[in-house]
């Protein structure tokens, strides 16, 4: 009987735990800053999910492939962000929970593909 206490109180235990952030990747054409409908339902759904936790923090890291000119490939980093940030708003999650978060331009991606992306990550406050 006690072991049943014990593993009935770990149960419980794990399922207080906070649950690991959700990711959702958006990627964009070749130096492009517009949502396809793909990329669009990605968003969508993010927003969705976010919507239903209403505690909880977004953040959006914008991406971009390092090419001849850094600085116009930060500057589509922070373009791509911004845009699926302002689409989170736009979907009805509150301004105040969308973080952007650019990133420095790397070719160390596994793939050109793999640069040209936004990260949305969902966690709990």
Known sequence: MRRLFIALGLSLLAGCASKPPRKYVVFFSNNSVELDSAAQNVVSE???????????????EGYAGAGNDLSADSLLAIQ???LVRQQIIDDGVDAQRVVQMPRPPSNTEASAVGARRVEIELSAK
């Open 46 to 60: 993010a927003a969705s999910l976010a919507r239903q936790n209403p505690s909880g923090i977004v953040k959006v």
């Open 80 to 82: 791509r962000a911004k």
